[in-house]
């Protein structure tokens, strides 16, 4: 049966899920009881269906049905055949998909333009500079001078990302664990920014979504998101 690519990370655990043999209803129970998971299998397959359930409810705009769900899970584990025409399935996913491209164009749309607005502000606050890409930074801490990165150096750098509302989408500095990363390998925001900062230095980047994801999204980040970090360059190797 052909299936849809919209959910291809969770279409992969279901077949763990599915081999492990999961379809076993001891599990734990609402309250949080662990009673039926005491041996390694059983702990496996907990584990297998809690992270089918985390990448289901990060499906953006799909009301998650679960007991049509479970109804194919137990037909699947059956042997059975598909209660409905795989062509009907295959259309339900790309009707589907054309709705959740709809609204990511839409929410693009609305991101792009108060990024713009934000901007358009910002640039005028004593202590921005704005580069000839757009690109938007202000000096937080000064090291001690030095070489700066190239693109093709390995930097290790310590940061903070929030979109414009101040939700945090990433953070070395709350993992207390700096990250290493090669400087052509990340956005292209970061890729010039890095190349303007000595080790020991402190940016916070204003990087438009140009520089970022455009259109895209990327995890917690959505598409045309602003993107906003506080960068420290900790050692270039």
Request: a positive charge; one cysteine or more; proline letters at 5%.
């Amino acid at each position: 049966m052909k299936t849809h690519t919209l959910l291809v990370s969770v279409s992969t655990l279901l077949v763990a899920f599915a081999l492990a043999g999961c379809g076993d209803k001891k599990a734990a129970d609402a309250s949080g009881s662990t009673k039926g998971l005491e041996s390694a299998d059983q702990r496996v397959s907990y584990g297998m269906g809690y992270q089918i359930g985390a990448n289901v409810a990060r499906q953006p705009g799909l009301k998650f049905d679960q007991a049509a769900f479970a109804a194919g899970m137990q037909d699947a584990l059956a042997g059975q055949k598909t209660r409905l025409d795989e062509k009907l399935i295959q259309a339900a996913f790309e009707e589907h998909q054309r709705k959740l491209a709809a609204e990511m164009e839409a929410q693009g749309r609305v991101n792009l333009q108060a990024a713009n607005e934000f901007l358009a502000k910002n640039k005028s606050r004593p202590g921005v500079k704005t580069t000839a890409s757009g690109l938007q930074y202000e000096v937080l801490k000064k090291g001690f001078g030095g070489a700066k990165p190239k693109p093709t150096d390995k930097v290790r750098v310590h940061y903070h990302g929030t979109l414009i509302d101040g939700t945090v989408f990433d953070s070395s500095v709350k993992r207390g664990q700096p990250v290493e990363f090669m400087l052509n390998g990340v956005i292209p925001g970061w890729t010039e920014a890095l190349q303007l900062m000595s080790v020991g230095d402190k940016f916070k980047l204003y990087v438009p979504p140009a520089l970022a994801y455009g259109p895209r999204s990327a995890g917690h980040i959505p598409p045309n998101a602003l993107l906003i970090f506080e960068v420290e360059l900790l050692a270039v190797n």
